[in-house]
């Protein structure tokens, strides 16, 4: 499916189904792709039809039990469009959406862009571009009906799952000093306890899942830009969700983030 006719008609399925909010069994024979790097043409072409500018990344699947759950071997990279960003304080939508889900993230915004080169980057080096740290929640859905069988390939097409994001307030504490890889997380939806977790469910560490995703947009020859925010995976069980709920997520000393839910 190499052909550029082919990735824009693979774009143009996925980001219908999407903005109608309609569900495919799978894309086509013809325009399905092999590859995740032919899924990522795909969800490139489907920025690029969106009309949106890039606001950031996101990163699905980042742990082992994520990964079982839709059938993938490691993590999958999606884009965040600015169009799905919905402002501190204001409604999320939830209709027309089947995962039902939001959850807590570790999100990181770039001072300065890292270009891509064959040399993978450090974790330090990525670090060192980073400009401020904010918990963040993601509201992710799937334009396949049945997104746990649909494949690796086929989820980066369709983004990786990104629908709706939120980010929180930076934080004002010196977090370059933390173990993020130990740092407790707990979400609460009306008040009551709906899930806690580490920063250790993130690949083991939201700051190696960073640099995970600047290597592997690296390797696609595709730099991470300043200003742009990457948001690391969840690090608590995705929480079920329903119009009407308040999520608050709590990182303690990191700050807190509240998202409130409608049809």
Same mark, same amino acid.
């Given at each position: 499916?190499?052909?550029?006719?082919?990735?824009?008609?693979?774009?143009?399925?996925?980001?219908?189904?999407?903005?109608?909010?309609?569900?495919?069994?799978?894309?086509?024979?013809?325009?399905?792709?092999?590859?995740?790097?032919?899924?990522?043409?795909?969800?490139?072409?489907?920025?690029?039809?969106?009309?949106?500018?890039?606001?950031?990344?996101?990163?699905?699947?980042?742990?082992?039990?994520?990964?079982?759950?839709?059938?993938?071997?490691?993590?999958?990279?999606?884009?965040?469009?600015?169009?799905?960003?919905?402002?501190?304080?204001?409604?999320?939508?939830?209709?027309?959406?089947?995962?039902?889900?939001?959850?807590?993230?570790?999100?990181?915004?770039?001072?300065?862009?890292?270009?891509?080169?064959?040399?993978?980057?450090?974790?330090?080096?990525?670090?060192?571009?980073?400009?401020?740290?904010?918990?963040?929640?993601?509201?992710?859905?799937?334009?396949?009906?049945?997104?746990?069988?649909?494949?690796?390939?086929?989820?980066?097409?369709?983004?990786?799952?990104?629908?709706?994001?939120?980010?929180?307030?930076?934080?004002?504490?010196?977090?370059?000093?933390?173990?993020?890889?130990?740092?407790? @997380?707990?979400?609460?939806?009306?008040?009551?306890?709906?899930?806690?977790?580490?920063?250790?469910?993130?690949?083991?560490?939201?700051?190696?899942?960073?640099?995970?995703?600047?290597?592997?947009?690296?390797?696609?020859?595709?730099? @991470?830009?300043?200003?742009?925010?990457?948001?690391?995976?969840?690090?608590?069980?995705?929480?079920?969700?329903?119009?009407?709920?308040?999520?608050?997520?709590?990182?303690?000393?990191?700050?807190?983030?509240?998202?409130?839910?409608?049809?």
């Amino acid at each position: 499916m190499s052909q550029p006719e082919i990735v824009r008609d693979a774009a143009a399925t996925l980001y219908n189904a999407w903005m109608a909010g309609t569900r495919l069994s799978a894309l086509p024979d013809a325009m399905r792709p092999a590859t995740e790097e032919e899924g990522f043409a795909v969800q490139q072409a489907i920025a690029a039809r969106s009309g949106s500018r890039r606001f950031g990344w996101k990163i699905a699947a980042t742990s082992l039990a994520g990964q079982k759950h839709i059938g993938v071997s490691g993590p999958l990279v999606g884009s965040i469009l600015e169009s799905r960003v919905i402002p501190s304080g204001s409604p999320v939508p939830l209709a027309g959406m089947i995962m039902g889900v939001a959850e807590a993230e570790f999100a990181f915004r770039f001072g300065r862009p890292l270009l891509p080169r064959a040399k993978p980057y450090s974790v330090p080096e990525v670090l060192d571009a980073v400009a401020s740290l904010h918990p963040a929640i993601e509201i992710p859905d799937s334009r396949y009906s049945d997104f746990v069988t649909a494949g690796a390939p086929q989820l980066v097409a369709d983004n990786a799952c990104a629908c709706w994001f939120t980010l929180g307030p930076a934080t004002a504490i010196d977090w370059r000093k933390l173990d993020l890889s130990t740092h407790a @997380v707990t979400a609460t939806v009306g008040g009551k306890v709906a899930g806690t977790g580490t920063g250790a469910n993130v690949l083991g560490d939201p700051r190696v899942a960073l640099a995970w995703l600047v290597n592997r947009l690296s390797g696609l020859g595709v730099a @991470v830009c300043e200003n742009e925010v990457v948001t690391t995976g969840t690090c608590v069980v995705p929480v079920d969700i329903k119009p009407g709920d308040s999520l608050v997520v709590d990182f303690g000393v990191i700050g807190t983030h509240e998202a409130r839910f409608t049809a």
